[in-house]
T-cell receptor
Framework: AQKITQTQPGMFVQEKEAVTLDCTYD???????LFWYKQPSSGEMIFLIY??????QNATEGRYSLNFQKARKSANLVISASQLGDSAMYFC??????????????FGKGTLLTVNP | EAQVTQNPRYLITVTGKKLTVTCSQN?????MSWYRQDPGLGLRQIYY???????DKGDVPEGYKVSRKEKRNFPLILESPSPNQTSLYFC?????????????FGSGTRLTVV
């Protein structure tokens, strides 16, 4: 079974509008972290935002926020006021902390976001 | 500046010619890992290391070797590269203590084996 599922291979958004990128995860480990990374066409992986499984509040970092619904096992990324520079591939990832997890970061297949002017 | 440095950025080589991709981090991170990224398959872990002299296989270790003789360095060795190892490779590092930290990634190495 996939541990991280991103159901949107591609998304389009108009500049200055908000967009939500979906991510669901699967784990039985009570301790885990959820991450979003951005990969522009140049290829580097850029960390955007982190949510811990025990965090009570949804994480926010500037224009990025994470809509964390623990019971539904979802961790959607919301980008407010999209900019042309937000066009990139976005990856959701999870790191489990339990014994035997090897602390691996497991990635979803990604969502390609295109921001239109 | 805190960073993970990978070299080279681009490499074209021939089948069977041994190569090494270097990775170095300056953040005193215990954990280091190598991933490969392929279209449609996402990022998959090749090898990881929890600390000096402690390495283990990830999901796709065949055809690769690693070593961790010093905390800062974690080279990836392809003893006899084949075309199916053409890929984008990332080295990453993180802390292990405390909260579940994410990775700091290197800039990537685009490898083509012909």
């Amino acid at each position: 079974a996939q541990k991280i599922t991103q159901t949107q291979p591609g998304m389009f958004v108009q500049e200055k509008e908000a967009v939500t990128l979906d991510c669901t995860y699967d784990t039985s480990d009570p301790s885990y972290g959820l991450f979003w990374y951005k990969q522009p066409s140049s290829g580097e992986m850029i960390f955007l935002i982190y949510q811990g499984s025990y965090d009570q509040q949804n994480a926010t970092e500037g224009r990025y926020s994470l809509n964390f619904q623990k019971a539904r096992k979802s961790a959607n990324l919301v980008i407010s006021a999209s900019q042309l520079g937000d066009s990139a591939m976005y990856f959701c990832a999870m790191r489990e902390g339990g014994l035997g997890s090897n602390y691996k970061l497991t990635f979803g297949k990604g969502t390609l976001l295109t921001v239109n002017p | 500046e805190a960073q993970v440095t990978q070299n080279p950025r681009y490499l074209i080589t021939v089948t069977g010619k041994k190569l090494t991709v270097t990775c170095s981090q300056n953040m005193n991170h215990e954990y280091m890992s190598w991933y490969r990224q392929d279209p449609g398959l996402g990022l998959r872990q090749i090898y990881y290391s929890m600390n000096v002299e402690v390495t283990d296989k990830g999901d796709v270790p065949e055809g690769y070797k690693v070593s961790r003789k010093e905390k800062r360095n974690f080279p990836l060795i392809l003893e006899s590269p084949s075309p199916n190892q053409t890929s984008l490779y990332f080295c990453a590092s993180s802390l292990l203590t405390g909260r579940l930290y994410g990775y700091t990634f290197g800039s990537g190495t685009r490898l083509t084996v012909v």
